[in-house]
């Protein structure tokens, strides 16, 4: 027993746009392409891509795909689940609103295709072009932007196999689901327009000369955990940050049993603790966020000891710069024995006679005005809204109260509503960017808005929130090796890899290039030029 579409017996009447020159010769290609696929019997596969075909529907497939990729700790693959998912809001309309509209085609006929494949409900939409075929493209393209391959290659192959089920069930015409797939795929590279893919790893030189004694049960490494990471003071314990730090102590004692592990309490000097851990350690580990990895570092370089950093906080941005976000990504680090140098930021008090005594540290970034404010109300927010609600509603209650520090910039008087210095040069436009291609090129990233009394509120709190701030009135853009700051009304208060810490009034921040050895992942992944050469 046959199925028939079309509107009658036979195959269904061609459009007029299809009935001359190379449309016609397209066209009469594509049904004998299909008719070709049709009458194809592939064994096993008659159960499996039909079912395949009906989970793809109305996106469920890719939207459950994409929710799982959110509840994992790993930022590249909740990049992944968001880019795929806004290649799909984006490719879904174009094919379903206006392509199908445009061209109307009508579906194939199903003379040749064994009813066992048709366990679809029969569609009654047109067939130009193929809408689960862009669902599919587009989600895959976004995954494969962001994603490591190992999840990138099973969701790219899953996206194949629902595209071509959509022939072998009789869906579509082969050209309908090209047509399909080619939207997906530019619906998602379009996503980079407003929203840039950032690389896996950023850069690092590996050190030729430097060697590091590594064991095989990890003795000479001293970690200190800081398991109060992320937690706002008097919000209490974060209970997922509080797993992620236990996980990733079991894994160490599991991997390497002999390191000597130190846990800080709530009342624990940290850098004295760190500073105590790195002067009997061969290598100083660190579990915790970005702060607490700050005070590692400089420890680290009192002690010249080479740093291993383990995610165990809330946003861990210089872990997951080196392509460290899991506590085995940090194992397989110290087991390769790769040591990279990577720049530090320096504070230090202008004029200063004590040296590097009186050096504050920074790996990320240092911000000034308004963002010293945001950073504060964010942590008091977190413990009970989540990070993202929480940076929303600090932002909003910042920008209503917020006005500009008097500063002289380089000896230029300016207006400082907002400012920021990245260590290394960073690739979005946003008031505190979170990725770098680069960790050691030199060089400091300075962005500041300085305007007059009055800011524009709800426009400053689009921009930040967009993550666009160039488009503020008063934004400059520059980098360097240094910049000197004065605040002429004293009381200079900047916030170091997400800590707020009180300055005096004039102070000069600058590099140390090459300054810190860090462990680095022995096969960092290469994509798009950005993988680390070590």
């Not at 397209?26 to 049904?31: E, N, T």
């Not at 004998?32 to 008659?46: I, K, M």
């Not at 290394?424 to 979170?434: D, K, L, V």
Request: hydrophobic letters at 45%; a positive charge; charged letters at 20%.
């Amino acid at each position: 027993m046959s199925a028939r579409r079309g509107g009658g017996a036979g195959r269904p009447r061609t459009p007029a746009v299809y009935r001359k020159g190379p449309l016609r010769t397209l066209g009469r290609l594509d049904r004998r392409a299909f008719d070709r696929v049709a009458s194809t019997h592939l064994p096993g596969l008659e159960y499996v891509l039909p079912r395949l075909s009906r989970a793809a529907d109305h996106g469920v497939l890719w939207f459950t795909a994409a929710g799982a990729m959110g509840l994992t700790r790993r930022a590249r693959l909740r990049r992944a689940a968001l880019r795929g998912s806004i290649g799909i809001a984006v490719a879904s309309p174009v094919v379903n609103v206006l392509g199908k509209q445009a061209f109307r085609r009508a579906r194939p006929v199903v003379d040749l295709v064994p009813p066992i494949r048709i366990r679809w409900k029969l569609p009654t939409s047109h067939a130009f072009p193929s809408g689960h075929s862009a669902s599919a493209a587009a989600f895959a393209t976004g995954v494969a932007m962001e994603a490591p391959r190992a999840v990138a290659v099973p969701v790219g192959a899953a996206a194949g196999a629902v595209a071509f089920a959509r022939i072998y069930t009789g869906a579509h015409y082969p050209g309908d689901v090209l047509a399909g797939a080619g939207i997906g795929v530019l619906a998602a590279l379009g996503t980079r327009l407003v929203w840039p893919a950032r690389p896996p790893v950023a850069r690092v030189t590996r050190t030729a000369t430097e060697k590091v004694t590594i064991t095989g049960d990890g003795q000479g490494i001293v970690v200190v955990v800081n398991g109060g990471a992320g937690t706002a003071e008097g919000a209490g314990e974060v209970p997922l940050l509080r797993g992620s730090v236990e996980s990733a102590v079991g894994v160490l004692r599991r991997e390497l049993p002999a390191a000597s592990i130190v846990r800080l309490g709530r009342d624990d000097d940290v850098d004295k603790a760190l500073g105590e851990a790195a002067a009997r350690a061969e290598v100083l580990g660190v579990i915790g966020g970005d702060g607490t990895v700050n005070a590692g570092a400089r420890a680290a370089l009192e002690h010249d000891v080479p740093l291993l950093t383990i995610p165990g906080g809330t946003f861990d941005h210089f872990a997951r710069a080196l392509g460290i976000e899991t506590a085995a990504d940090a194992v397989a680090a110290y087991r390769g024995g790769r040591l990279g140098r990577v720049d530090v930021g320096v504070i230090t008090p202008a004029g200063d006679a004590e040296g590097r005594e009186a050096e504050l540290v920074f790996l990320n970034t240092a911000g000034l005005g308004a963002y010293t404010e945001l950073v504060e109300r964010r942590e008091r927010l977190e413990g009970r809204l989540g990070k993202w609600p929480a940076l929303a509603v600090a932002a909003a209650r910042t920008f209503r109260h917020s006005r500009p520090v008097p500063l002289l910039v380089n000896g230029r008087p300016r207006r400082v509503w907002l400012g920021f210095v990245g260590n290394c040069m960073y690739g979005s436009r946003g008031p505190a960017p979170t990725w770098r291609r680069h960790l050691d090129d030199g060089r400091l990233d300075i962005r500041l808005v300085a305007t007059g009394e009055r800011v524009p509120r709800l426009r400053a709190l689009a921009a930040v929130l967009a993550g666009h701030l160039h488009v503020m009135p008063g934004y400059r853009a520059w980098h360097s090796g240094s910049l000197d700051l004065v605040a002429p009304e004293g009381g200079l208060r900047v916030a170091r890899d997400g800590e707020v810490t009180s300055l005096p009034r004039a102070v000069r921040i600058a590099k140390r290039s090459g300054a810190l050895a860090v462990f680095c992942p022995p096969t960092p992944p290469r994509r798009g030029g950005s993988g680390a050469d070590r």
